[in-house]
Every structure is written in structure tokens, then in C-alpha cells.
């Protein structure tokens, strides 16, 4: 990404969805959770419902905008595996947390009761350590992150799999493993913009440390040891700081990396006469 991209209406469009998307996505989650007057707490069946619903909502409205990643952990899951740029990242993360914030807000301000905002707050369980439920973090997201690249690679081979309906299951199948022993967080952006409202903030790095370390180690393990493109000079190549997109069309189509590498310097080449 190049500073002259900033100035561009598509950037700032990707920016937007992904404010208005995680602003979208906290609020139907907090809303979910949240007892209505008088009820006893539904457990982690609504949320795991309207997480997964909105997720499969939030791929059709904005996924061709800026891929709907509505999540920090995700997105630094792209940044290690050199999919977007630390630049791109960072506003991306800085927009998510916006979101994320507004949401909470908008939604306490909303609350008849505001006890009830209690169930906000990601919380570590009494009967669970912060150990336990980091462990359960990893996994919870790992799983989610798991999905969301795969579907990339399918899409990248126009598979006619519903991969947004896929993405969702997968985030409601986080919340139903996880709910009862971490809250089954998934998301920094959902635990920090309540932290900041209500002022909660015991345990608060679980939150972080669990969801980026899951996701993370999703998409590692995905584009260098199981995707189709896998293979030991691409991890070389992500390591090295080496175009990965060179060292993955060799492998995709089979020709020598020598070959492939002349023929992106040709169309890099190409395309600078005609910007000129």
C-alpha cells in the first residue's frame, strides 16, 4: 500500500464498512446477550445465533468492500501472513475498535436497566483461571480464523461453496464450544469496546493474547502447511520479506520459480508504461 492509496474513495469506503460493520456486529452480539426485564439469562444460545447470522449478513453487505474482517484478531492474522500491508492493518484495527466502542455505547445508552450492562463484559469465569480460558480463546478463534481462510482459498478457485454461511456457522460453533468457559470472545474489538464503557478491565489481555494468538496460528498453519499454494519456499519467502504472490503462482501452476518471477517484472513493467 502506498500513501497515495490514502487519498483514494476506495480505501476510505474499506475503512467505513469496516466501522459500520463491527459496529453492527458488537451491537447485535451485546444485544443478544442481555436479559430483557425480568428473564433469566438465555445462556449462550442468542448470541451464538446472532453472531452467526449477522456474520453470513456482514459477508454480503461489505465482503467485496473491504472483506468484512470486522474482527482484529483477523486482521492481523492477514498482516502475519502477508496478505495486507501494517499500514492497511492499523487503520483497520483503529476503525474495528471505533466500531466496536460506538456500539457499546449506543447500546448502554439504550438499556431500560443499566445493571444489566453487565453482560457486556467478557469476563473470565469464577470456576475458570485466565489460563483456561486463553486456552479456550486459542481455540475458539483458531477454528473461526481456520474457516475464514480456507473459504479465501476456494473463492480464489471460484468454488460455488457458500463461504459466508460457512464463516457464520463457524462463529456460532465458537460460541456454543466457548461461551460457558470465557465467553467466547473471538474478537479484541467486542471485549475492548464495552471494557471502555463500563470500565471492566480484570483479565482484559485473555481477550487479546487468546484471540490474536488463535487467529494468527489459524492462518500460519493454513497458507504454509495446508492450503493448495503451501509449500516450504513460500514460508521462506514470508520470512524473508520475498513476494509471496511469485513464490505461490509457481507452486499453484508448477513452472519454475526463475520463470515466474521474469513474468511478474515483465507486467510490473507493463504496468508503470501505462500509469506513464
Known sequence: MTWRELRTRQFWRAILAELLGTLVLVS????ASVPGTGEAPGGPLY??????VVI???GHCFGEISGAQVNPAVTLSLLATRK????????YITAQCLGAT??????FLALPLKPTAEHFINKVPMEVNAAQALGIEVLCT???????????EQRRRDSPEPGNLAIGLAHTAGVLLGARFSGA???????????????????HWVYWLGPVLGAVLAGVSHEFFFARSASRQKLVACLTCRDIEIVETASMTGSSLSTVTQSAMRAKQANKQENN
Open 28 to 31: 447485535t452480539v451485546l444485544g
Open 47 to 52: 448470541p451464538a445465533v446472532a453472531v452467526g
Open 56 to 58: 453470513v449478513a456482514l
Open 84 to 91: 495486507m500491508d501494517v499500514l492497511r492493518a492499523f487503520v
Open 102 to 107: 460506538l456500539a457499546a455505547g449506543a447500546l
Open 142 to 152: 483458531f477454528q473461526m480464523v481456520f474457516t475464514i481462510f480456507s473459504v479465501d
Open 185 to 203: 470472545c473471538m474478537n479484541p474489538g467486542r471485549a475492548l469496546g464495552p471494557a471502555i464503557i463500563i470500565g471492566f478491565w480484570e483479565n
